[in-house]
């Protein structure tokens, strides 16, 4: 059974940096598509970053430069390092789960095909 637990959340001046990390427990978890997705109240939650298929990665236009997804396979651990922090990078950042190792075309940012989440973590950026 695939579970998921953030940490490293937290608040921080704008410019600075953080590191968040999902720990996944399960025996196939390591093999399954992991992306952070952020929700801020009032906006829909808005995919951040995936790494797939043992490492490929794909970030969104508003993160790309700044921040960077890895997996330690070893641990079963996913991880955000986050840098040059913006207000607008405010929000619960989630991590998501997908069984399969590479998603469709135009997948990978919809909610709707990860199948487990983690609670998530509090992000807030101050200028």
């Known amino acids: 059974q695939v579970q998921l637990v953030e940490s490293g959340g937290g608040s921080v001046q704008a410019g600075g940096s953080l590191r968040l990390s999902c720990a996944a427990s399960?025996?196939?978890?390591?093999?399954?598509?992991m992306s952070w997705f952020r929700q801020t109240p009032g906006k829909e939650r808005e995919g951040v970053a995936i790494?797939?298929?043992?490492?490929?990665?794909i970030c969104a236009d508003s993160v790309k430069g700044r921040f960077t997804i890895s997996q330690e396979y070893a641990k079963n651990t996913l991880h955000l390092q986050m840098n040059s922090l913006q207000p607008e990078d405010t929000g619960i950042y989630y991590c998501?789960?997908?069984?399969?190792?590479?998603?469709?075309?135009?997948?990978?940012?919809?909610?709707?095909?990860?199948?487990?989440w983690g609670q998530g973590t509090q992000v807030a950026v101050s200028s």
């Open positions: 998501a789960a997908a069984t399969d190792l590479r998603p469709p075309r135009g997948s990978w940012y919809r909610a709707a095909w990860y199948k487990y």
């Open positions: 399960g025996y196939a978890s390591r093999t399954y598509s």
């Open positions: 790494i797939y298929d043992y490492g490929s990665t």
